[in-house]
């Protein structure tokens, strides 16, 4: 690896890895790759390794005794890596449904940006979304991807709760939430497909480094789904890019 990074300590039993402050898919290609590169040498001594747009954070099962060895031993590790071959990620077709009664702030949405209904499908249906890493909530994405046509700061009163599969667009990021939580982003849509559930063994289906695509459907569509999804008879389509 070439970037250059910074490792701090981050309490007794953590070091905190920095990237260049930007969100870039090189930069995430090397984030997955130094976290699976750490969990695969350093099990027997981690809890775990988190990482978010360009920063890694190793947790420790014990106290760091001595920070600049630890450092020392992980710059090695990482010098061992000449390339970072490609990885195949999946491409997710995510169903939603952009009706006003599926989504609490899509008219005010449609007012502050002066655009009609057509054109934020058209336009957040569109493009092809980068999951960079989940956060905030259990199953929560943070995607990169966004047009700009469709920025717009977060609303100045948070709403006490948003409705799970709520799709919703907040500053430069969109984003879905997997359960009830209160939130300060426009809802713009629904999907009926669930991204976290404590029954399945992987609790979420996506990884970082995954597509998602937004595909428009009607309310009779959401429905349909929806029942699908209850009865676990659901195939949600990917495909390997």
């Not at 947790?59 to 710059?75: N, R």
Request: aromatic share 12%; hydrophobic share 40%.
């Amino acid at each position: 690896m070439t970037t250059e990074l910074q490792f701090k300590q981050y309490g007794e039993c953590a070091i905190l890895i920095e990237w260049p402050e930007k969100i870039d898919e090189n930069i995430l290609e090397e984030l997955i790759f130094c976290q699976k590169l750490i969990q695969e040498n350093y099990f027997k001594v981690i809890i775990e390794v988190i990482i978010s747009y360009n920063s890694l954070l190793i947790s420790y099962k014990s106290g760091i005794e001595d920070f600049y060895s630890a450092v020392f031993e992980l710059k090695k590790l990482f010098k061992t890596v000449k390339t970072i071959e490609g990885r195949k990620k999946k491409l997710w077709e995510i169903p939603v449904c952009y009706e006003a009664q599926m989504a609490e702030d899509l008219l005010q949405f449609l007012e502050l940006k002066k655009i009609k209904k057509e054109e934020l499908i058209r336009l957040h249906s569109s493009s092809l979304y980068t999951v960079f890493f989940r956060g905030f909530l259990p199953g929560f994405l943070y995607l990169g991807g966004l047009d700009e046509k469709l920025v717009l700061p977060r609303k100045a009163i948070p709403s006490r709760e948003v409705q799970s599969g709520s799709v919703a667009i907040g500053g430069s990021q969109t984003g879905i939430y997997p359960v009830n939580s209160p939130g300060g982003w426009y809802v713009i849509g629904k999907t009926p497909i669930r991204f976290f559930d404590v029954k399945n063994e992987t609790l979420s289906f996506v990884s970082p480094g995954d597509k998602l695509k937004f595909v428009a459907v009607d309310v009779l569509e959401y429905n349909a789904i929806s029942s699908l999804v209850l009865e676990g008879e659901y195939q949600l389509k990917f495909s390997v890019v």
